[in-house]
């Protein structure tokens, strides 16, 4: 139901503040996840209330994000 990624090694001098940004401007909102426990450079992309090409497009995104 939802993708929880360790970006650290994807994260500049911004941090996971930056990188949240980074996703805002592309149009995607993932979840921090320091929300969800002591995971200080994780994010969480859900996608259970999405239709498949939503979800297509905010993988894309945040793969652009994470310059994958």
């Known amino acids: 139901t939802f993708l929880f990624l ?3 090694d994807r994260l500049d001098q911004r941090g996971l503040e930056g990188l949240l940004a980074d996703c805002v401007d592309r ?3 993932v ?3 320091p ?5 200080p450079t994780h994010v969480r992309l859900c996608f259970t209330a999405a239709p ?3 979800v297509e497009r905010g993988v ?3 793969a652009a994000v994470l310059r994958l």
């Open 6 to 8: 360790d970006v650290a």
């Open 27 to 29: 149009g995607l909102f």
């Open 31 to 33: 979840a921090p996840g």
């Open 35 to 39: 929300s969800f426990g002591p995971y």
């Open 52 to 54: 498949p090409e939503v």
């Open 60 to 62: 894309e995104a945040l």
